[in-house]
């Protein structure tokens, strides 16, 4: 299975979709840039982390998207502030966000589950 199909990834590749439509004529460049980037690094730390052969690899990959969350999460906040974000559009991507990373979370306890199991049925 291939990582276009996990829903997480599903879900933050859409998030980051949505965060360029909405912000593609905002002026603030820096802003701009930063905020983009975090989305796009939430599905693509994702991506790299499942094409990886060891499942401690794809657990560091999923720990920098889980990082991006937190760095996203924290943008949309201050967007929301300095009013170049929504409220309610703000309000519904930190809801994604948290779902996003909730999910992340989830993936990784599989994952070190997985690498423990295996662990102990190599001993």
């Not at 990834?9 to 820096?30: E, M, T």
């Not at 502030?81 to 979370?105: A, F, Q, R």
Request: contains cysteine.
């Amino acid at each position: 299975m291939g990582f276009e199909n996990l829903d997480v990834w599903q879900k933050s590749a859409r998030l980051s979709a949505d965060i360029y439509r909405a912000l593609k004529f905002l002026k603030d460049y820096g802003f701009r840039d930063q905020i983009t980037r975090s989305g796009l690094s939430i599905p693509s730390n994702i991506a790299e982390g499942e094409e990886r052969s060891s499942l401690q690899q794809a657990v560091n990959f999923l720990n920098y998207a889980e990082g991006s969350c937190g760095e996203l999460k924290t943008q949309i906040y201050i967007g929301i502030d300095i009013e170049y974000i929504p409220k309610d559009l703000g309000k519904i991507w930190i809801e994604e966000v948290t779902s996003i990373t909730k999910m992340i979370g989830a993936l990784m306890k599989q994952k070190r589950q997985k690498i423990a199991s295996e662990s102990c049925h190599s001993s």
